[in-house]
Every structure is written in C-alpha cells, then in structure tokens.
Nanobody, 123 residues
C-alpha cells in the first residue's frame, strides 16, 4: 500500500511563491507512475492542477499555466509543484496522487492520495 505525504504548504501574500513536495512514506513509487497535483477549496469540487506522466508528458489546468511547474526527482522519488505569482483564488488544500497506469486528460481515478497540505494566499 502506497501512502503519500505532502509538504511545503503555508500562507503567503498574493504574488508570492511556494514549493510543494510529495513523497511516499510507505510503499514505492517511481518514474513509471502517473503523478498529479489536485486542489480543493472550501465549498468547491476538487480540481486537477497538473499531472506528469511516465513519458514526461505534462498537463496543467488553464488557471495555473505559466505560474506553476510540476516536476519529478527520479533519484528521490519525489514530486514537486513550484508555484509562482500566487493569487487568492489559489487558496486550497493541495493533494498529490499516484497511479501505476498512464495519465490521460482529466484523469481523476488515482488509487493513491496524500492527506494534503494547505495553501493560503492573502490579498
């Protein structure tokens, strides 16, 4: 059983930056996995932020393109989300997810999820 743990959340002012990380606290994930970042704001549905497939294909939500960067450290088996130019509307609980199957557009059916890390962006 894979358990994912996120870190790096916090509170920043609009225009600031944060770097989120995701690693497996138990089990094993590697570069063959589809990995993704999702977020959920209070009262809203969870939405996909970015996914990174085993072949390197990356997909971003339109709302974060040009501001967020997803990457993977294959040596450390960690997933990172670098967030720049943060906006108040980016405030949400951010979770990472993993699947041994390939990514596809609007993929949601990940078997492994982390508990999430809170990101709060103030005006």
């Amino acid at each position: 059983q894979v358990q994912l743990v996120e870190s790096g959340g916090g509170s920043v002012q609009a225009g600031g930056s944060l770097r989120l990380s995701c690693a497996a606290s138990s089990g094993y994930i590697d570069s063959t996995y589809c990995m993704g970042w999702f977020r959920q704001a209070p009262g809203k549905e969870r939405e996909g932020v970015a996914t990174l497939d085993s072949d390197g294909m990356i997909r971003y939500a339109d709302s974060v393109k040009g501001r967020f960067t997803i990457s993977r450290d294959n040596d450390k088996n960690t997933l990172t989300l670098q967030m720049f130019s943060l906006k108040p509307e980016d405030t949400a609980m951010y979770s990472c997810a993993a699947d041994w199957h390939r990514c596809y557009v609007d993929k949601r059916d990940f078997p492994y999820w982390g508990q999430g890390t809170q990101v709060t962006v103030s005006k």
